[in-house]
């Protein structure tokens, strides 16, 4: 509603919420008083697949038109119920593997959306959509870059076809393979 060139914030968390990644993790379910579930257990990151779908969450915020906005502790995934849980002290050094591995991949794609005048200012074009996979194209000033997803638990082929007046090196389709829980962006 708000159109490709927008000021709207997207954020990936807030202190009215339990964290993404200990939802997407299992152990905390939205079909339970979040806010209870942190006083009465310890709630981690629980399936560290939940770090995958973390930092899809992340790369979609970064990549879609407006201004993405990471709550704090989200760039390395800090478990948590909802508030108070969700309020843990910032962590600045000392993270786990998981941790390390999940900020690096956030540093990286928030540099790649610094660098890239297509996803600041740039067009949104829809190429692909199902239930599993989306993919589209950023598009300023004659750069393009195309982006596509992966929601899914399983690996997904799909062809995209690219309309002609996507000029990406003279392609009118582009063939993927995209892991569970992924992402690809390409540029031309």
């Not at 794609?109 to 074009?125: A, E, F, V």
């Amino acid at each position: 509603n708000y159109g490709y060139h927008n000021l709207m914030g997207y954020i990936s968390g807030n202190h009215d919420k339990p964290r993404f990644i200990s939802v997407a993790g299992g152990t905390v379910s939205l079909s339970e008083n979040t806010k209870a579930a942190g006083r009465k257990r310890k709630i981690t990151v629980g399936d560290t697949i939940a770090y995958d779908k973390l930092t899809l969450l992340e790369a979609f915020m970064l990549t879609i038109p407006g201004v993405p906005c990471i709550y704090q502790g989200d760039e390395y995934g800090v478990p948590g119920a909802n508030d108070p849980d969700n309020r843990r002290m910032m962590k600045f050094d000392k993270y786990s593997t998981k941790e390390q591995q999940h900020l690096y991949k956030v540093k990286a794609l928030i540099k790649l959306r610094r660098s890239n005048l297509p996803l600041i200012y740039g067009d949104m074009l829809p190429l692909f959509c199902d239930k599993d996979v989306m993919a589209f194209a950023r598009v300023y000033m004659g750069e393009t870059l195309v982006v596509a997803y992966n929601r899914s638990g399983e690996t997904k082929d799909v062809t995209i076809s690219l309309p002609e007046t996507l000029n990406l090196n003279g392609l009118n389709a582009l063939s993927l393979t995209l892991a569970p829980y992924s992402f690809e962006i390409l540029n031309d």
